[in-house]
């Protein structure tokens, strides 16, 4: 069976470098470092080339609202703008499908709402596949 066109018991590195996800009690986020400095070390992670990562945090950044808290440490940040932050980690490398489990945890209605759109654009512009998973109606 292939997932995007890929063998995950042969292909597993490949096809890591195309999926994304975020769990609501697994993080990303390096706990003592800053917000940016964790997607810039994910950027790395993934070989995203620096000015076109530069150009995909600019636009994260700004569709998630994060700009006031890239720069503080992730332990200071309270649950929703973890979440938020954690989404924008797993959206750096453009995957070609997400997994999403429960990533409206801590963020008030209208966070939810933004949220839900703004991973809706993604989705329309990129083609992205996304399976979310939510208790929210």
């Known amino acids: 069976m292939d997932v995007i066109g890929l063998n995950p018991a042969k292909q ?7 999926i994304g996800a975020v ?4 993080s990303r986020l390096r706990y003592h470092l800053t917000a940016i400095d964790t997607f810039k070390l994910m950027g790395n992670l993934f ?4 000015q076109q990562l530069e150009k995909r945090l600019d636009y994260l950044i700004e569709k998630f609202e994060i700009k006031s808290m890239i720069n503080s440490p ?3 940040l309270s649950l929703g703008q973890r979440m938020r932050c954690e989404i924008v980690s797993s959206l750096i490398h453009s995957p070609q ?8 945890i801590g ?4 966070a939810k709402q933004k949220l839900r759109e703004t991973i809706n ?8 596949t996304i399976f979310l998973t939510s208790h929210d109606l």
């Open 12 to 18: 597993r590195e490949k096809l890591v470098y195309k």
């Open 23 to 26: 769990f609501g009690q697994t």
């Open 47 to 50: 070989d995203i080339p620096r």
């Open 74 to 76: 992730v332990r200071k």
């Open 97 to 104: 499908i997400i997994f999403f489990d429960e990533p409206t």
């Open 107 to 110: 963020l008030d209605i209208i």
């Open 121 to 128: 654009e993604i989705h329309d512009l990129e083609g992205t």
